[in-house]
């Protein structure tokens, strides 16, 4: 690795925890229980909702369903009627019914998996009222369901887990506040903001608006195809710096807001040591793998001294796209700068690996924390009968219904990766781009993807096809509303139990010995599942790559 | 029942019933109830039947001796937890035997009404019903739980305690309690039955030793639940293999798709089956501790529950101090010699057949008076009252007394008199130290003070430093004034006390921490004992205490010792860390296993995979037969630790927790490797790999 490799990543990591930590506390302010404003309260009253009405989980959980459902169908009715409506400047036909209802699940489960191309697909009405929408509500109804969590968690003896309509109303607006300065600065690096349809010849549009919330709400969707590849959505290194930092931004300022709402700042920062732990390896193993190159290029006489090229923007260069690659599938944002179909064996491994542990190192806005918190939930649950105590965290203890939910949490999303890829390798082999075990891996990585929320593509696989479209769609439900539920079956149990009192046999959360527990627990059991077929795929690419060499 | 001796871990009788019973328990019915090892079972079973279909076909699932070899060690995995099992039953059924033979079939008269004088007809116990009135006479065995209504007997319960000396039962009081399968030896009783056939304290026993009616505790189910969801992750992780395996095959364009029979054994060894056959024999091992300790429970959620305890109320006598304060000092009143004291104070002991009456005849002694008696000084004895709350002798028109200071100041103040600022200083300054200040009055005049001293037992300050480290908060619970009860919490060690105690405030003090999260554990006898036994969370009801009490409470200790709480807490906690560790252990394993297995399972498709072959094991065959063999021999190398419980020594929970994550997380994730290269290496010389 290059001196350069190894200061432009301390300074990005850096940089981001200076931000995250006073936006984190600021957060816990705004988020922290508060009662609606006279704005919210106008406009929840526009709505019809009481928002004040305590919720217990079930109906919290059926009012983030019944939204989403809706808003997918909207998203849906959008794009098969964009034809008829306006704001349609390059006359695009209906999207068809396959890639739209992928689309629509997509968007409204926060992964933005794009089975079809931006600007030559939807039109600027859906862009904006459709896609720019969801991107809003469904990172907002993230951030709801880790309230509702967090509420859990501190509250005693009550059913009430808060009003899902006042926490996306607040949750909505909060990223709107964070959206509005970050577009301007967007622009002032030279992202468009038109709507216009086409300007000096090149397709263009809102751009800086869309591109600020697909990287705050760790959506992803870009405006064009080859998303912040795109010169006009990523035209500088200071608006590439600016979107990768997006990426992680709420996600890991969401790690501080916990440790302030649940009163002890400690357990905040156990969350994000534990995440670091997980993400910084993964980083340098991918920067040191694509700063080495392919030998086999290299002995065709290719020049590997800026590192393996193939794939990617030559302004942004390895390090540049190895930072942003790892960061958008540890979060599960799915935004990419660079091809990752093209990238060396290891570094397309790590964010395959940060997909499949659930999107839960960073992962997405709300969802990367609650997902976090199951695994949590299993550590601590492994972890205190090891001292001997029935398993507590922060002062709640974790019995059968806790473990039941956290259990399926985890391990719906992961049946949903396996199972898909499965079925594929038997009924979608034909849309493979490559053979051999790298055809495995773009398989792989599509369901990983879309089953943990991420929404990248590694490339190379045709997924605009039924079978991909409607198996991911499936999948990205699934990895969404069946990790949705059990956190709030597991918030609702919470909230119900009363507060055991902290002694010094109580097992503290706050160590680096439990975070390195929940990083094994992480790695045991979130990756030994998928160990089996990650050899198949890219472990086997790079020993043949490095076999191949010597 | 000598149950306080431990009985050796693998006693032949024992191991020959347990072999016989590991196979009765592979009725699929039972294995079931173990989602982790029923998936073991139908795993072997499948094999099996692949096995024998390569046999006979000659083209089966792959070469049908390592079929046949890996069904074997599947059933031996199988095999191997159930024996865990059955040894841990084992244990508990041997005493249970014992115990049964206590509880025979008895003729017992049954009474028409509650007197021993009333009409009677000679019954089988076993038709014996709650609220019959039994006469039991000399030499014969109580029929059925119950309280004596009338009578007073000396009773053997060595059947039940373990105990060779007899104990007193009689009517009314706090020794009214009796137990079926006890023998009256002298005098007589009339008992009330308390229990309908077969929920006497003695089935109860039975059931709870035997394991036989043992349901799942909540920890027990949790960790069910998250071992079964592991299950089903690796089984996902396993079944899809097959697919993905042929799809590389038909890419690369060379090898074998991965055989069902790896594809089983590899899902055996990633499933926990080490924590998964072991569970239930903790469990039940942890149940047998107990009562190895002499105290039974009457659930398992109560042992579990007494791990999670973070409050012990203690009571002070017996527990903290020695049951008896000895007299130390005369301190006289000005005016008055230490001789004359010494002498009111001896008179008015003299009948006085306490053991701090007979402490003051003593330490008089000291002082030169020799013992008289009160016949000849034709004294009359006036024993202690709970209105008067003194005792003392009337003689030759003097009234000697001692007693409490405050009432002494009332007899005092009945004779126009008060008591003396000079001797209530010394009063307040003796409680202050942690003595028990007794005044002594000849007539209306105070003559001064004898000090009782509470003696502290010894070791039990470094007890309960120890018990503080582990973050478990003791509470002294007395009936003593608040000076003295400061004192002796001070000398004792403890974190907290609860001064002049009465059952009421008892229960306010646990609901009070309760409510702040605590969990409390408490020991009681007496029937008013029974509404905070009730209250708390662990409850342990002496067996010397009344029925009330008994039922109350969720464990009896049949040696009556309060100080066995302590005891309870650490086997409570050991069960959990047990459960904790070797689950950890399980799962740490898995590593190893992938080492071996992955290579070989895709060695044709892909030999750039050979390199993850980290052990060099002998060849593909012999890698997946040493992963299956070390799973199962793996069971039986830890049935000792699941039945003795892992060493649980006191410290804070961050301690306990670094050394148990070194030894079961990073041992189990290092002892795997070296295990499997032996194994393989071994499988080689014998040739057969």
Redesign the interface.
């Known amino acids: 690795m290059t001196a350069h490799a190894w200061l432009e990543f301390g300074a990005w990591l850096a940089l981001l925890l200076a931000v995250a930590w006073p936006l984190g506390e600021l957060l816990a302010r705004v988020l922290g229980e508060s009662a609606p404003t006279r704005f919210e309260r106008g406009l929840l009253r526009v709505a019809g909702v009481d928002a004040n009405a305590p919720m217990d989980w079930a109906t919290y959980a059926k009012a983030v369903l019944v939204f989403n459902v809706l808003g997918a169908l909207v998203v849906f009715a959008l794009q098969r009627l964009q034809a008829s409506l306006w704001l349609n400047p390059a006359g695009l036909p209906a999207v068809p019914t396959d890639v739209a209802f992928n689309t629509a699940v997509s968007f409204a489960t926060n992964t933005n998996w794009q089975a079809y191309g931006g600007e030559s697909t939807m039109s600027h009405l859906v862009q904006m009222a459709a896609l720019t929408t969801q991107n809003f509500v469904s990172a907002a109804t993230g951030i709801a369901v880790f309230l509702a969590l967090v509420r859990g968690l501190t509250r005693a003896q009550t059913d009430s887990l808060g009003n899902f309509w006042f926490d996306l109303t607040r949750s909505t607006l909060v990223l709107f506040a964070i959206a509005v300065p970050v577009t301007l600065l967007l622009m002032a690096t030279g992202v468009p903001q038109t709507l216009l349809g086409v300007s000096d010849g090149a397709s263009t549009g809102p751009v800086a608006s869309q591109v600020a919330i697909k990287q705050l709400g760790t959506n992803g969707g870009g405006f064009f195809n080859v998303n912040s590849a795109h010169p006009l959505e990523n035209p500088s290194p200071a608006s590439n710096l600016l979107e990768s930092l997006s990426i992680l931004i709420i996600p890991a300022a969401l790690c501080f807001t916990f440790g302030r709402l649940v009163k002890d700042r400690r357990q905040g920062l156990a969350l994000i040591a534990a995440m670091l732990v997980i993400f910084i390896p993964f980083t340098l193993v991918g920067l040191w793998s694509e700063q080495a190159g392919v030998p086999q290029l290299s002995a065709l006489g290719v020049d590997a001294s800026a590192g393996h090229l193939e794939g990617k923007e030559v302004r942004f260069g390895t390090v540049s796209s190895v930072i942003w690659s790892t960061a958008t599938t540890a979060a599960s944002n799915g935004s990419v700068n660079a091809m990752h179909d093209s990238f060396t064996p290891l570094a397309g491994l790590g964010p395959m690996v940060l997909m499949q542990l659930g999107e839960i190192v960073f992962g997405g806005v709300g969802s990367g924390l609650y997902g976090m918190l199951l695994y949590v939930l299993?550590a601590v649950?492994?972890?205190?009968?090891?001292?001997?105590?029935?398993?507590e965290y922060l002062?709640k203890k974790?019995?059968?219904r806790?473990?039941?939910m956290a259990?399926?949490g985890?391990?719906l999303p992961?049946?949903a990766v396996?199972?898909g890829?499965?079925?594929a390798?038997?009924v979608g082999?034909g849309a493979i781009a490559n053979?051999?075990?790298h055809?495995?891996s773009e398989i792989l990585y599509a369901f990983s993807s879309g089953s943990n929320n991420n929404g990248s593509a590694f490339g190379g696989l045709t997924v605009n096809g039924t079978f991909y479209a409607v198996a991911i769609g499936l999948c990205m439900w699934v990895g969404r509303f069946f990790v949705i539920i059990p956190v709030l079956a597991i918030a609702g149990s919470l909230a119900s139990r009363?507060?055991?009192?902290i002694?010094?046999?109580?097992?503290?959360t706050h160590?680096p010995?439990?975070v390195?527990?929940v990083v094994?627990t992480i790695v045991?059991?979130g990756a030994?599942?998928?160990?089996?077929?990650l050899?198949?795929g890219p472990?086997?690419e790079h020993?043949?790559m490095i076999?191949a060499s010597s | 029942m000598s149950a306080t001796t431990a009985r050796p871990l693998f006693e032949s009788a024992l191991v020959k019933r347990a072999v016989v019973d590991s196979f009765k328990k592979l009725d699929p019915r039972r294995m079931v109830k173990n989602p982790v090892m029923f998936v073991v079972e139908v795993g072997s079973l499948f094999t099996t039947i692949l096995g024998l279909h390569a046999l006979i076909t000659h083209h089966g699932d792959t070469s049908a001796a390592f079929v046949l070899a890996v069904s074997a060690w599947l059933w031996f995995t199988v095999l191997f937890a159930n024996f865990a099992e059955a040894m841990a039953e084992g244990r508990g059924k041997a005493q249970a035997d014992a115990l049964r033979k206590a509880r025979q079939d008895v003729q017992t008269r049954r009474l028409a009404s509650a007197t021993r004088g009333a009409t009677f007809e000679k019954v089988s116990s076993a038709i014996l019903k709650k609220g019959d009135h039994v006469l039991v006479e000399p030499g014969e065995l109580i029929p059925a739980d119950g309280e004596v209504v009338e009578g007073m007997a000396s009773v053997d319960e060595s059947a039940i305690t373990g105990e060779s000396a007899p104990v007193i039962r009689e009517s009314g009081g706090d020794r009214s309690a009796v137990t079926g399968g006890t023998r009256v030896l002298s005098d007589f009783l009339v008992v009330r039955i308390s229990a309908e056939p077969g929920q006497t304290f003695l089935d109860r026993m039975i059931s709870m030793v035997e394991g036989a009616k043992r349901s799942k505790t909540?920890?027990e189910?949790?960790?069910d639940?998250?071992l079964?969801?592991?299950t089903?992750?690796?089984l996902?992780?396993?079944?899809?293999?097959r697919?993905?395996?042929?799809?590389?095959v038909?890419?690369?364009g060379s090898g074998t798709v991965v055989s069902l029979t790896v594809l089983v054994a590899?899902l055996v060894c990633?499933i926990p089956t080490t924590i998964g056959g072991l569970l239930s024999a903790i469990g039940i091992a942890g149940m047998d501790r107990l009562v190895q300790a002499n105290v039974i429970a009457t659930s398992g959620r109560a042992v579990?529950?007494a791990?999670?305890v973070?409050v012990l109320l203690l009571d002070k006598t017996g527990t903290i101090t020695l049951g008896n304060r000895q007299a130390s000092d005369f301190i006289p009143a000005p005016g008055v010699t230490v001789k004359d004291l010494a002498d009111a104070a001896q008179l008015a002991s003299l009948a006085d057949e306490t053991p701090e009456g007979r402490s003051i005849v003593v330490l008089a002694k000291q002082h030169g008076l020799r013992g008289r008696e009160l016949a000849e000084l034709q004294a009359t004895f006036v024993p202690f009252t709970a209105q008067t709350r003194m005792s003392g002798v009337d003689l030759q028109g003097r009234q000697v007394r001692k007693g409490a200071a405050d009432a002494i100041a009332k007899f005092l103040e009945e004779k126009g008199q008060s008591l003396p600022a000079a001797v209530r200083d010394v009063v307040v300054e003796t409680a202050k130290q942690g003595a028990t200040p007794l005044v002594v009055a000849d007539g209306a005049k105070a003559l001064g003070v004898v000090k009782l001293k509470d003696v502290v037992k010894g070791g039990i300050k470094e007890k309960f430093a120890e018990l503080?480290?582990?973050?478990?908060?003791t509470v002294m619970i007395t009936g003593d004034n608040p000076l003295t009860a400061a004192a002796i919490a001070a000398e004792a060690g403890v974190d907290d006390f609860l001064a002049e105690a009465t059952p009421e405030q008892k229960l306010t003090k646990i609901r009070d921490y309760q409510t702040?999260?605590?969990?409390v554990a408490m020991t009681g006898d007496g029937t008013n004992d029974a509404p905070a036994l009730a209250q708390a969370d662990v409850a342990v009801a002496m067996n010397t205490g009344t029925q009330a009490a008994k039922e109350a409470g969720n464990m009896v200790d049949l040696d009556s010792n309060p100080t066995k709480l302590i005891r309870i807490v650490e086997i409570?906690?050991?069960?959990?860390?047990t459960?904790?560790?070797l689950?950890?252990f399980s799962?740490?394993n898995?590593?190893a296993k992938?080492f071996a297995i992955?290579p070989a399972?895709?060695a044709t498709?892909?030999p750039?995979?050979k390199?993850?072959d980290i052990m060099r094991l002998h060849s593909p065959t012999s890698a997946v037969m040493s992963a299956v063999i070390f799973n199962a021999l793996i069971i039986v190398a830890l049935i000792p630790l699941a039945l003795r419980g892992i060493s649980?020594k006191p410290a804070?929970?961050?301690q306990?927790?670094?050394r148990?994550?070194l030894i079961?997380?990073l041992g189990g994730v290092v002892l795997p490797f070296p295990c499997i290269k032996i194994i393989d290496l071994t499988l080689g010389a014998l040739g057969v790999a």
């Open positions: 299993v649950f492994i972890s205190g009968l090891m001292v001997g105590r029935t398993p002062g974790i019995e059968g806790e473990i039941k259990a399926l985890i391990l992961s049946a396996l199972v890829a499965a079925v390798t038997v082999a053979p051999g075990a055809g495995f009363k507060k055991v009192a002694s010094a046999g109580t097992l503290p160590t010995l439990f390195a527990l094994a045991l059991v030994l599942t998928f160990i089996p077929s050899a198949l472990i086997v020993l043949q076999g | 909540p920890n189910l949790a960790l639940i998250l079964a969801a592991l089903i992750v690796f996902l992780a396993t079944v899809t293999l697919p993905f395996s042929a799809f590389a038909n890419q690369a590899l990633l579990e529950a791990g999670d973070d503080r480290r582990m973050g478990i908060r702040r999260g605590h969990l409570g906690k050991q069960m959990l860390m459960r904790g560790s689950t950890t799962i740490a898995d590593i992938y992955i399972a895709f498709t892909y750039a995979l390199v993850l649980a804070p929970a961050a306990v927790l670094t148990n994550v079961y997380g």
